[in-house]
């Protein structure tokens, strides 16, 4: 914890996880751990007994960008997603994490994710998912720190993303070296007063690129 405003979880997402692969499994098991069953519990626990404002999910890999595990070839899953349609795989943690967060009535979650090359702010919208049983949320994605700026990643439709803001290499330029200037990182501020949260994110030259302040929810 933080203070009174803000909790933050750190995932292991490297340790638990079963091997890549297709990623399409129905039911979940060891071939479709990512999480885990007890880092899952953790988590579980963790967001039901904060009394923060906040509470902040640190995922090393992002919720619904395609990264694939064989790149050369499409092929394979290096993260949550695979594809468009109802959650399958390790899309099967997420579901249950999300479903679990809005059944228990827990508030003002937040997801800072990372791996893919690029920065990203993605709000998740219910109303646009193939699966829906969850409150709308924010993902915000920043990197790289100093390695090559990629691409955008293609968008899985099972939780809803919505782009609200995106930077990144173009098409016909990818993994430009950190000398293009195309770096990332961003930036969290909670008013201690209001309990409002501004996420910045900015390029490397601390220019800020794209803003948007969040309202605390009463749970």
Not at 176 to 184: D, K, R, T
Not at 195 to 207: F, H, I, S, Y
């Amino acid at each position: 914890g933080y203070g009174p405003h803000l909790d933050v979880f750190m995932l292991d997402e490297r340790s638990y996880r079963g091997a890549n692969g297709p990623n399409l499994q129905t039911t979940y098991g060891p071939d479709s751990y990512f999480l885990g069953p007890d880092q899952l519990s953790w988590l579980k626990r963790g967001l039901l007994n904060s009394r923060a404002t906040w509470k902040v999910i640190a995922s090393d890999m992002p919720l619904s960008l395609i990264v694939y595990d064989d790149a050369a070839n499409r092929k394979g899953s290096e993260a949550f997603a695979q594809g468009n349609g109802p959650p399958r795989g390790r899309e099967l943690e997420i579901a249950d994490l999300l479903r679990f967060v809005k059944d228990s009535g827990v508030v003002n979650t937040v997801w800072l994710t990372a791996d893919v090359h690029y920065a990203a702010a993605h709000y998740y919208n219910p109303d646009k998912a193939q699966f829906q049983e969850f409150d709308p949320f924010w993902e915000f994605v920043s990197g790289p720190l100093h390695a090559g700026t990629g691409r955008p990643n293609e968008l899985d439709n099972t939780f809803g993303p919505e782009v609200r803001f995106i930077k990144a290499a173009r098409a016909d330029e990818p993994n430009l070296p950190p000398s293009a200037g195309l770096q990332f990182f961003g930036h969290v501020r909670i008013d201690g007063a209001s309990g409002q949260m501004t996420v910045t994110l900015r390029d490397r030259a601390d220019v800020a690129l794209w803003s948007t302040t969040l309202d605390p929810k009463q749970g």
